[in-house]
């Protein structure tokens, strides 16, 4: 690792180099083949005279005009002539005779820890003092570039930000690479830390190449973006994700636009969590406090018809979703008692043990990196209606790293205005996002393949109940009506995934809730006037053809 950070230069400043330079390069900068004997300093200065005689070449046709530039001229050519002459018959043969200043000299790297003996304390002192000064001067190369995109925003502001990608770019890329090699592994690190984080992370690309093609995709479309002048201000905050709400300071370099006061290289500092990011449910003191959506659903029907009509079309929707190995798996369906929920106020009802094997439902990315047989995810409800809680996990892999539970409650007459019908904390209710759901409209959270004609309640006329189609604003005025509170709370503790499926899943769930809900209301000519011994009866014989839909055919439903 260490190596990589200067250059091996193989030759001596005073040893002859052979130009490796095309004749034209050679030409331009008033070479050739009688300097092949130069040295690499010698060869240099040179170059450096050549240019100086160019310049007073330019110099003097542009002062071909008035007597003042002419004499502006001849002043400037007597002053430089004591001072080129001293620097070139004084001080650069005492150089070429002496040893040249320190910044000439070729210092050779001590050897790499890699090659220092396990005892040899000497060794490997030398190569930690080098890995020391190594991590120093990279902080001021990313220092020198951050401080280099500031004045260059100063001198051009914000809306010519443009001018200054490349400087951007080159910052970003920088920083990046730093806290790639000495990020979160503390400031008391030493070069063999540096080596196994190099060597854990070249394992974790390795073994997700899809990951690592989409971060280069992503990274390409970055800097694309960037040279047409969009700027994703975010885009390298490695921060934001993982640190620590209450001890955040805001930052003082572009303001809230570009908050920079937080480097990567500060990852091992208290606000980067580093390792400790894997903490229990119990320890994570910002957990309540992450913005999770109330789903609030007004439907055309009483809260006892909801019942029938849901344990219905639970059933139906397990159907559409089984098939080639996938879907739903029923293990358990029996009642409970002496369980309290929802604050004690019920504690009986019917409890349901699943598994969804979910292949095509998750996305791409996060299917990429899991392991078969991880898909499985495991559901427990109990239904103790008008209350019902479902909580999903995964034990077989993720364990108490996910969860998702939802907690709904449906009550009567309601059309989606109680404030607080989970009767959550105030400091909890204040950070929750209500989502209204209305099924008739197919344009708000559905894709188009969910939307067919037959479940579309603008369309859907029952027979039965003389209810339909829904139009405008038909959750005013409805009768029977009533609300179902969906409370969603996803619990994902993945490094660097926990944000992405988070937000996947607040996004699916308004679209799952709207077609469920959608197939409850028109299907309603099939379950009306069923009862609930109809119902378990129904629940009894869908367990089996799921079984069966389970091992044949191809996969079928929603997917991801």
């Known amino acids: 690792m260490t190596a990589n950070s200067f250059t091996k230069a193989q030759y001596k400043l005073d040893d002859p180099v052979v130009p490796v330079w095309d004749d034209d390069k050679q030409l331009e900068m008033g070479f050739d083949a009688k300097t092949e004997g130069l040295t690499f300093r010698q060869r240099r200065r040179l170059q450096e005279r050549n240019a100086w005689n160019k310049y007073w070449e330019v110099r003097e046709k542009e002062s071909r005009g008035t007597f003042w530039i002419r004499g502006r001229y001849y002043g400037h050519y007597l002053l ?10 004084i001080i650069e043969p005492l150089h070429d005779r002496y040893q040249p200043v320190y910044y000439h000299r070729k210092l050779d790297r001590v050897p790499d820890i ?12 030398e190569a930690n003092e080098q890995y020391r000064i190594d991590k120093l001067v990279d902080a001021y190369i990313v220092n020198i570039l951050m401080y280099r995109v500031h004045d260059c925003i100063k001198f051009f502001g914000k809306v010519r930000m443009g001018m200054c990608s490349k400087y951007i770019e080159d910052y970003e890329e920088a920083d990046l690479n730093y806290f790639i090699k000495y990020g979160e592994i503390g400031t008391s690190s030493d070069v063999v830390d540096a080596y196994m984080k190099q060597k854990h992370r070249l394992i974790w690309e390795r073994r997700h190449p899809q990951i690592m093609a989409e971060r280069k995709r992503l990274v390409e479309q970055h800097k694309k973006d960037m040279a047409d002048g969009k700027f994703e201000m975010k885009f390298w905050n490695k921060f934001a994700l993982y640190q620590k709400k209450y001890e955040y300071q805001g930052g003082n370099f572009f303001g809230h636009h570009w908050d920079n006061s937080r480097l ?7 606000i980067s969590k580093d390792w400790r990011y894997y903490k229990k449910l119990s320890e994570d003191v910002n957990f309540d406090k992450r913005n999770y959506p109330i789903c609030r659903i007004v439907l055309p029907m009483s809260v006892e018809e909801y019942q029938i009509g849901q344990l219905y079309s639970v059933a139906q929707a397990s159907k559409q979703e089984t098939g080639g190995g996938e879907g739903v798996e029923v293990l358990v369906n029996q009642q409970f008692d002496d369980i309290p929920l929802f604050n ?6 019917q409890y349901t043990h699943k598994i969804y094997h979910l292949e095509s439902k998750v996305p791409s990315i996060v299917k990429a990196i899991l392991p078969k047989g991880s898909m499985a995810i495991h559901e427990h409800a109990w239904n103790a209606y008008p209350y019902c809680k479902t909580e999903l996990t995964n034990p077989d892999y993720m364990k108490d790293n996910f969860f998702v539970r939802i907690e709904t409650i449906h009550l009567d007459n309601d059309r989606g205005h109680t404030k607080n019908a989970h009767h959550l904390p105030d400091n909890i209710l204040r950070n929750r996002e209500v989502v209204h759901i209305d099924i008739a409209n197919d344009k708000e959270f559905l894709y188009s393949s969910d939307i067919v004609d037959e479940t579309s309640p603008s369309k859907f006329h029952s027979s039965k109940a003389n209810r339909g189609p829904l139009h405008g604003g038909w959750r005013k005025n409805i009768q029977p009506v009533m609300c179902a509170y969906k409370l969603v709370t996803i619990y994902f503790k993945w490094f660097g995934l926990q944000n992405m499926v988070e937000m996947f899943g607040h996004k699916q769930y308004p679209r799952l809730f709207c077609k ?6 028109c299907w ?9 011994v109809e119902i378990r009866e129904l629940e009894e014989q869908t367990k089996r053809e799921l079984d069966e839909a389970r091992k044949s055919g191809k996969p079928r439903g929603m997917t991801a």
């Open 80 to 89: 430089s002539m004591p001072v080129t002459f001293v620097r070139e018959k």
């Open 114 to 125: 890699d090659q220092c003996g396990v005892h040899d304390r000497v060794c490997i002192f």
């Open 264 to 270: 990567a290289r500060f990852g091992d500092q208290p």
């Open 344 to 349: 004690g106020k019920y504690t009986s009802g």
């Open 516 to 521: 469920f809900h959608r197939e409850v209301f």
């Open 524 to 532: 309603i000519d099939e379950w009306y006037g069923l009862t609930l």
